[in-house]
C-alpha cells in the first residue's frame, strides 16, 4: 500500500504563494498518475491537477495559470506551486494516485 504525505500548507495573505509537497512511499511512484484535489468548508472535494508519468499536466480552470504541477522522481515526490492566492483556494489539499489518499494539507488565504 503507498503512503502518501503532503506537506507546505499553512496561512498566507492573497496574493501570495505557496508550494505544497507529496512525498510517497514505496516502489513504481514513477509508474503513476499523481493528482490534487481540494476540499473547502462545506463543499466537494474537487481536482484540481494532474501530472502523467511522463510529466503531462492537466489543471483545473480555476488555478489554470497559477497553479503548477510537478514531479521529482528520484525523491517520489509531487508538487503543487500556488502563485497569486485567493481566499477561494482556502481548502485542505489532498494527493492522490490511483491508489491512495494522503491526509491532506490545510491551505487558508486570508488578509
Known amino acids: 500500500q503507498v503512503q502518501l504525505v503532503e506537506s507546505g500548507g499553512g496561512l498566507v495573505q492573497p496574493g501570495e504563494s505557496l508550494r505544497l509537497s507529496c512525498t510517497a512511499s514505496?516502489?513504481?511512484?514513477?509508474?503513476?498518475?499523481m493528482g490534487w484535489y481540494r476540499q473547502a468548508p462545506g463543499k466537494q472535494r474537487e481536482w484540481v491537477a494532474t501530472?502523467?508519468?511522463?510529466?503531462?499536466?492537466y489543471y483545473a480552470d480555476s488555478v489554470k495559470g497559477r497553479f503548477t504541477i510537478s514531479r521529482d522522481n528520484d525523491k517520489k515526490t509531487v508538487y503543487l506551486q500556488m502563485i497569486t492566492l485567493k481566499p477561494h483556494d482556502t481548502a485542505v489539499y489532498y494527493c492522490?494516485?490511483?491508489?491512495?489518499w494522503g491526509q491532506g494539507t490545510q491551505v487558508t488565504v486570508s488578509a
Open positions: 514505496g516502489s513504481s511512484f514513477s509508474a503513476y498518475v
Open positions: 501530472i502523467s508519468n511522463g510529466g503531462v499536466t
Open positions: 492522490t494516485n490511483p491508489c491512495s
